[in-house]
């Protein structure tokens, strides 16, 4: 078997595995991916002070990673395969792999609509610009859909998670944002790189369904605590509508 667990929560399929080995097995399922895929990061040096923060010398360095991480060009593919004939797709990066990004994506049959942008306000210091953005490949497969927010900027501003459990936590409301805008309710949201369960947890504020893979043990258990708030959250606020 290609994953170790597989927990339904709600609307939510939560599995625990490597996803080039699973996604295989959801192809053609998905309306749309949002993800931030695991990529390697640089700390632009091993001089002290170069980074501050979760990449501050004595946290991370040039001599490691800080996750396992997969090549561009190895998950391009299953997620183009794993999506209905007519998606959009949402794939996160820094700006140093921003090109491999593109190259392992728009080789694998996707097409450009986009790139967007996060604004962290708060930037990490570098030796070379501090890194205070990034960004979003916005692709599409088969025919190009209008987004259903056509007022939507290309820039959202907002800071770093405060109660993150997860070193690349992004905004849930980022993740909201391109879930809402690039399909309807009770379509289906894929994750194959679901961290702490972010892009879940949007997609239960939006009312849509979700398919999150993860590898990390670690990251798997609080992505599921995660979803189980958020589904309780959404319910209870359904109940009280009524």
Same mark, same amino acid.
């Given at each position: 078997?290609?994953? &170790?667990?597989?927990? =339904?929560? +709600? ?13 295989? %097995?959801? !192809? ?18 091993? /001089?002290?002070?170069?980074? @501050?923060? $979760? ?5 991370? #360095?040039?001599? +490691? *990673?800080?996750?396992?991480?997969? @090549?561009?060009?190895?998950? +391009? ?6 999506? $209905? ?25 996707? $097409?450009?609509?986009?790139? %967007? =942008? ?7 210091? =570098? /030796?070379?610009?501090m890194k205070d953005s990034e960004f979003t490949l916005f692709l599409w497969k088969g025919r190009a859909v209008d987004i259903n927010h056509g007022g939507s900027k290309r820039v959202w501003r907002e800071h770093r998670p405060a109660d993150a459990v997860h070193n690349t936590q992004k905004p849930v409301a980022l993740m909201q944002l391109y879930i809402e805008n690039s399909? *309807? /309710?009770?379509?289906?949201? %894929? #994750? ?6 972010? =892009? ?6 939006? +009312? ?9 043990? $670690?990251?798997? &258990? ?5 979803? /189980? ?5 959404? !319910?209870?606020? !359904? !109940?009280?509508?009524?």
């Amino acid at each position: 078997m290609p994953f &170790e667990r597989d927990i =339904t929560i +709600g609307g939510c399929r939560l599995i625990q595995g490597d996803a080039r080995a699973v996604l295989p %097995l959801l !192809e053609g399922q998905a309306d749309l991916c949002v993800t931030d895929p695991p990529y390697a990061l640089s700390s632009g040096g091993s /001089r002290p002070g170069a980074m @501050g923060g $979760k990449f501050s010398s004595d946290v991370y #360095d040039n001599s +490691g *990673l800080l996750m396992d991480v997969v @090549g561009w060009h190895e998950i +391009g593919g299953p997620i183009y395969r794993a999506l $209905k004939p007519d998606a959009d797709c949402y794939v996160m990066s820094d700006d140093s792999n921003l090109f491999a990004a593109h190259g392992g994506f728009i080789g694998a049959g996707f $097409k450009f609509h986009a790139l %967007l =942008t996060w604004d962290k306000i708060v930037p990490n210091r =570098t /030796r070379y610009y501090m890194k205070d953005s990034e960004f979003t490949l916005f692709l599409w497969k088969g025919r190009a859909v209008d987004i259903n927010h056509g007022g939507s900027k290309r820039v959202w501003r907002e800071h770093r998670p405060a109660d993150a459990v997860h070193n690349t936590q992004k905004p849930v409301a980022l993740m909201q944002l391109y879930i809402e805008n690039s399909s *309807l /309710r009770n379509q289906l949201v %894929l #994750d194959p790189f679901m961290g702490s369960g972010t =892009t879940l947890v949007a997609a239960v504020q939006a +009312g849509r369904r979700a398919i999150g893979i993860e590898k990390s043990p $670690k990251h798997f &258990e609080a992505a599921c605590a995660r979803v /189980r708030a958020a589904v309780a959250s959404h !319910e209870l606020q !359904e !109940e009280q509508a009524i």
